[in-house]
C-alpha cells in the first residue's frame, strides 16, 4: 500500500513568516494529493488539493508543489498568522480511493 | 445540509465491553470510511466501504467490524472493548470517479476512552 512521510513533526515560525511542510509518497500510481488542518479538538478540514497532471496550485497565501518524478510534495504558507497554527496532514491516494495521510506537522505561529 | 454525523461524541467503556460508533452524510457519497487518530502516528484507516454493499479491511481493522446500511450510513463496532481501542475516531465520505472532487469531508469524531 501506499506509505507517505512528513517533515518536520513540529514547527514554530514567527508571524509574517513562512511556513513549509514536506511530504513523500511512494506509490507512483498515485494521483491525487490533498493537504488537511486539524485545530485543536476539531475535524480535519481540507484546504487545498493537487492532481498529478498539475505541478503547483496556490489559493491565497497557501501553495502546495507537486514533484512526481521524485514523488514529493510541499505545503507552502506564506505571511502566517496565528490562525495558521495547527496541525496539518498530508495525504495521498492511489487507485483504490483510498487516502493515505502523513504523521502530521503541529505548526505554531509566534506572535 | 448536515455533510457528515457522528455519535456519539464521547464515550467511556469498560474493557470487554461492546459499542457501535454510528456515521450518516447526505451528500450522496458512494465511499465512505472510518479512520483512528492516535498522537504523533496521524490518521490511520481501519475499514472503508466503496460503494453500498462492499466493505473492505485497512491498515488496522482488528478488532472492529463494519456495516453499510445503507448508502447514507457506516457504522464501526467495538465488539469487545480493549484499552488499546482508546483513541478518537472519524467517519469520512468522498465521492469518487470522473470528474468529481474527491477529497474527504470528516465528521467531528468520537472520542472514546476503554478502561
Known amino acids: 500500500g501506499e506509505n507517505v512521510e512528513q517533515h518536520p513533526s513540529t514547527l514554530s515560525v514567527q508571524e509574517g513568516d513562512s511556513a513549509v511542510i514536506k511530504c513523500t509518497y511512494s506509490?507512483?500510481?498515485?494521483?491525487?494529493f490533498p493537504w488537511y488542518k486539524q485545530e485543536l479538538g476539531k475535524r480535519p478540514q481540507l484546504i487545498i488539493d493537487?492532481?498529478?497532471?498539475?505541478g503547483e496550485k496556490k489559493d491565497q497565501r497557501i501553495a502546495v508543489t507537486l514533484n512526481k518524478t521524485a514523488k514529493h510534495f510541499s505545503l507552502h504558507i506564506t505571511e502566517t498568522q496565528p490562525e495558521d497554527s495547527a496541525v496539518y496532514f498530508c495525504?495521498?491516494?492511489?487507485?483504490?480511493?483510498?487516502?493515505?495521510f502523513g504523521a502530521g506537522t503541529t505548526v505554531t505561529v509566534r506572535a | 445540509n448536515a455533510g457528515v454525523t457522528q455519535t456519539p461524541k464521547f464515550q467511556v467503556l469498560k474493557t470487554g465491553q461492546s459499542m457501535t460508533l454510528q456515521c450518516a452524510q447526505d451528500?450522496?457519497?458512494?465511499?465512505m470510511y472510518w479512520y483512528r487518530q492516535d498522537p504523533g502516528m496521524g490518521l490511520r484507516l481501519i475499514y472503508y466501504?466503496?460503494?453500498?454493499?462492499?466493505?473492505d479491511k485497512g491498515e488496522v481493522p482488528n478488532g472492529y467490524n463494519v456495516s453499510r446500511l445503507n448508502k447514507r450510513e457506516f457504522s464501526l463496532r467495538l465488539e469487545s472493548a480493549a484499552p488499546s481501542q482508546t483513541s478518537v475516531y472519524f467517519c469520512?465520505?468522498?465521492?469518487?470517479?470522473?470528474?468529481?472532487?474527491?477529497?474527504?469531508?470528516f465528521g467531528s469524531g468520537t472520542r472514546l476512552t476503554v478502561v
Open positions: 451528500m450522496n457519497h458512494n465511499s
Open positions: 469520512a465520505s468522498s465521492a469518487q470517479g470522473g470528474k468529481l472532487d474527491y477529497g474527504y469531508t
Open positions: 466501504s466503496a460503494s453500498e454493499g462492499t466493505t
Open positions: 506509490d507512483s500510481a498515485s494521483n491525487y
Open positions: 493537487i492532481r498529478s497532471n498539475v
Open positions: 495525504a495521498a491516494r492511489s487507485n483504490d480511493y483510498k487516502l493515505s
